[in-house]
């Protein structure tokens, strides 16, 4: 699995991108792009995805969960910046019983309508209950990949892995936001958590993916498309646009 850090500041993704680093990137051929997302993500490397420029304008990180380790939660932190969660499929959220964050609260504060969307996918943030803290490297990577390991079980057996086994090995609350993916898939929802979700399915993983959105260091911004691409290009992980993994696997 390709997840190393890199050790040069100038290299990671939000620093600054020079004039060269750039020059001659032409965009990949959708399908070309397609394929080879779907080639890193069967051997569980990650793949950059930017959504749509008219929704939230953001390039993450991708990883199938199941090949999520501590070297690639250290690769997210460091390399994207964002909100490392781990996406599940409807099914699964259904088998697990997890509610949509926002109905599980009641406060005055819950307002779930982003300017993005029509709802947010978060669902509970849990730790697995063999972590300590649940935010290091390795606690938050023991809690993906075992997020990643239930699902598989769910859609093994969809009636073996109920909301009380799930309560058995997780405690919410924790480090490792869930996100529950559409009912209808890229059907009903376009996000960074369907778009995952839907190269698991397409490559046969288990229906988990973990996106973390990359961030610029200079502006605090979500990292530009041109810089996400020439990030992914210097270390060569795949870079696809989310209009062309709807095309494709829709």
Request: proline share 6%; net charge negative; with cysteine.
């Amino acid at each position: 699995m390709r997840a190393d850090v890199d050790a040069d500041p100038e290299a990671s993704a939000g620093g600054a991108e020079s004039a060269d680093a750039t020059e001659g990137t032409e965009p990949a051929d959708d399908a070309d792009a397609v394929e080879r997302a779907l080639d890193a993500f069967r051997a569980g490397d990650p793949v950059c995805v930017h959504d749509f420029a008219d929704r939230e304008g953001e390039t993450d990180i991708v990883y199938p969960a199941g090949a999520v380790d501590e070297a690639a939660v250290a690769h997210m932190r460091n390399d994207a910046g964002g909100l490392i969660c781990v996406a599940v499929s409807d099914a699964v959220g259904d088998a697990f019983d997890l509610p949509f964050l926002a109905d599980a609260l009641d406060h005055p504060a819950v307002d779930d309508d982003p300017d993005y969307d029509d709802r947010s996918s978060f669902s509970l943030p849990v730790n697995h209950r063999e972590t300590f803290t649940g935010i290091t490297d390795a606690d938050r990577a023991k809690t993906i990949a075992e997020v990643a390991n239930a699902a598989g079980r769910v859609r093994g057996d969809p009636g073996g892995y109920g909301p009380e086994d799930f309560a058995a090995e997780f405690r919410a609350p924790g480090h490792v936001h869930v996100l529950r993916g559409d009912r209808d898939g890229l059907s009903g929802r376009t996000g960074h958590t369907e778009l995952g979700l839907a190269m698991a399915e397409a490559v046969g993983a288990a229906p988990a993916a973990v996106v973390c959105e990359m961030l610029d260091d200079e502006t605090g911004d979500a990292l530009s498309p041109a810089d996400a691409a020439a990030y992914a290009a210097r270390r060569d992980i795949p870079y696809v646009e989310g209009a062309a993994l709807v095309e494709a696997l829709k």
